[in-house]
């Protein structure tokens, strides 16, 4: 399976990468050849001893997939390293979990008609709809009356069954 198959690798950069290559102990070091490649265009090496993982800056072109390849055998290896699933490491290194939408997610996300994963500050989740009021986002009673505050550590988007839906995207960024 790709890293790119899995929810958590919406919105993922080459900083996040990055990032979590140095959590890992595998620090930024020099490219033993190029810092442009004909293949993977600018990208950075991480590691140590005899292991080295490529980062291009970008992966998401359609007419060359050498960097996407090179990006997801770097993460399956990392992964297997650090006794992560894959997908588990993506979710290290992207959690998706936002503390509460934009104004603009939840409108592009269907308003006050579409339905929210909330996680309380206990742990619980809930299913609720929010609502836009004063230029945020709200949390509503059953009543359809807005909630005076927002006492949730974190929030996704769901379709009405709870299936967890993809963070609504504007030109490829996360609103």
Same mark, same amino acid.
């Not at 309380?120 to 505050?149: F, M």
């Not at 069954?161 to 504007?170: K, Q, T, Y």
């Given at each position: 399976?790709?890293? /790119?198959? !899995?929810?958590?690798?919406?919105?993922?950069?080459?900083e996040?990468?990055?990032?979590?290559?140095?959590? #890992?102990g595998? $620090?930024? &070091?020099?490219?033993?050849?190029? /810092?442009v490649?004909? !293949?993977?265009? *600018?990208? /950075?090496?991480? %590691?140590?001893? =005899?292991?080295?993982?490529?980062? $291009?800056?970008?992966?998401?072109?359609d007419?060359?997939? &050498?960097p996407?390849?090179? @990006?997801?055998c %770097? @993460?399956?290896?990392a992964?297997?390293? %650090?006794?992560f699933? #894959?997908?588990? #490491? @993506?979710?290290?290194? *992207? $959690? &998706?979990?936002? =503390?509460?939408?934009?104004?603009?997610?939840?409108?592009a996300? %269907?308003?006050?008609?579409?339905w929210?994963i909330?996680?309380h500050?206990?742990?619980c #989740?809930?299913?609720?709809?929010l609502?836009?009021? *004063?230029?945020?986002v709200? $949390?509503?009673?059953?009543?359809?009356?807005?909630?005076?505050?927002?006492? !949730?550590?974190?929030?996704?988007p769901?379709?009405?069954n709870? =299936?967890?839906?993809?963070?609504?995207?504007?030109?490829?960024?996360? @609103?």
């Amino acid at each position: 399976m790709n890293f /790119t198959d !899995f929810d958590e690798a919406q919105g993922l950069t080459a900083e996040m990468v990055r990032a979590a290559y140095e959590r #890992l102990g595998y $620090p930024l &070091r020099d490219c033993s050849k190029f /810092t442009v490649c004909a !293949f993977l265009g *600018n990208h /950075t090496h991480h %590691g140590k001893g =005899d292991i080295d993982f490529a980062v $291009p800056d970008s992966w998401d072109q359609d007419d060359n997939i &050498r960097p996407r390849r090179m @990006l997801d055998c %770097g @993460l399956q290896l990392a992964a297997s390293i %650090g006794d992560f699933s #894959l997908q588990g #490491l @993506l979710r290290d290194i *992207n $959690p &998706r979990w936002r =503390d509460r939408p934009s104004v603009a997610a939840f409108q592009a996300h %269907g308003g006050w008609k579409a339905w929210w994963i909330v996680q309380h500050r206990n742990g619980c #989740l809930e299913i609720v709809k929010l609502a836009e009021y *004063n230029g945020a986002v709200w $949390p509503t009673h059953d009543d359809g009356q807005v909630a005076s505050s927002w006492n !949730f550590q974190g929030c996704w988007p769901c379709h009405e069954n709870g =299936d967890r839906s993809r963070w609504p995207e504007r030109e490829g960024m996360m @609103l």
